[in-house]
């Protein structure tokens, strides 16, 4: 999942640390709101953040990148100063086999982040274990 302002950039180049700080504590809250108990998330680099849903297959990992892209529009905005929504574009990679390598599986949920980048703001994409 990346973070995107209204203009599709990242918050990263041109905002200051408290913007930055507050783009992501607004978009972690509603990430914890939008996942259950039993499923992880964790900054992976710089607006990147890598989950971890527990037995949900494409169509669960799609409702809940549905469900947290919406929270993150309607509630998080870039700052005292712009006050532009911040959109998410999310990938999403169901797991093929008990045996898929974590490094294929995170490289192919990269290949779904990139095509759901490609759509614009507030996007997921899915790749399905096949």
């Not at 995107?4 to 918050?11: A, D, G, T, V």
Request: charged share 30%; glycine share 10%.
């Amino acid at each position: 999942m990346t973070i995107q302002k209204e203009s599709n950039q990242s918050p990263e180049p041109s905002g200051d640390l408290r913007q930055r700080h507050w783009i992501l504590w607004g978009v972690a809250r509603m990430v914890s709101r939008g996942i259950r108990q039993t499923d992880l998330i964790a900054r992976r680099i710089e607006t990147d953040f890598g989950m971890l849903l527990l037995y949900a297959d494409g169509d669960g990992g799609c409702s809940v990148a549905e469900r947290i892209g919406q929270q993150v529009e309607e509630n998080v905005r870039d700052g005292e100063r712009n006050n532009r929504k911040v959109t998410v574009s999310i990938g999403i990679r169901s797991l093929c086999s008990r045996n898929c390598q974590p490094e294929r599986l995170l490289a192919s949920a990269d290949k779904a982040l990139y095509k759901a980048k490609a759509r614009g703001g507030n996007q997921f994409a899915l790749l399905d274990g096949s």
